[in-house]
């Protein structure tokens, strides 16, 4: 599944207290917030690209929320590198920055390296 960190954490218990770290909580955590895979390489041949695109929930009053979580950090498997979908005109405010918060939708880009290559396709498939 692919997802963007938002933060990394480890719950902390001071020395003081009584309580105790359940052992998995001993490791790093990641709040990430996840995409979905919305289209195959085959779908867009001349890009070759898997695309993916961010999950929302919406509430009772229709505000959406992006939707996320909390793993481990030794679930993350490979780090990857989104391209936005920037669609006829990119928006001269956008920068690299700024890109992933401004686009939901984005191209997973399998030629980053060889190994991204390989995982990206074979493993989805």
């Known amino acids: 599944r692919v997802a963007q960190v938002r933060l990394i954490f480890r719950p902390w218990i001071p020395q003081a207290s009584d309580l105790v770290l359940p052992t998995f909580l001993s490791n790093p955590l990641l709040y990430v917030q996840f995409f979905n895979f919305i289209a195959n390489p085959n779908d867009r041949p001349e890009l070759a690209m898997w695309t993916v695109e961010r999950t929302y929930t919406v509430d009772q009053h229709g505000k959406r929320y992006r939707c996320g979580g909390v793993v481990l950090l030794t679930d993350v498997t490979h780090a990857v590198e989104l391209i936005p979908e920037y669609g006829n005109k990119v928006d001269g405010k956008i920068s690299s920055a ?17 190994e991204s290559y390989h995982t990206f396709s074979t493993e989805f498939t």
């Open 98 to 114: 700024t890109c992933l918060e401004s686009y939901d939708r984005f191209f997973l880009n399998n030629f980053t390296d060889k």
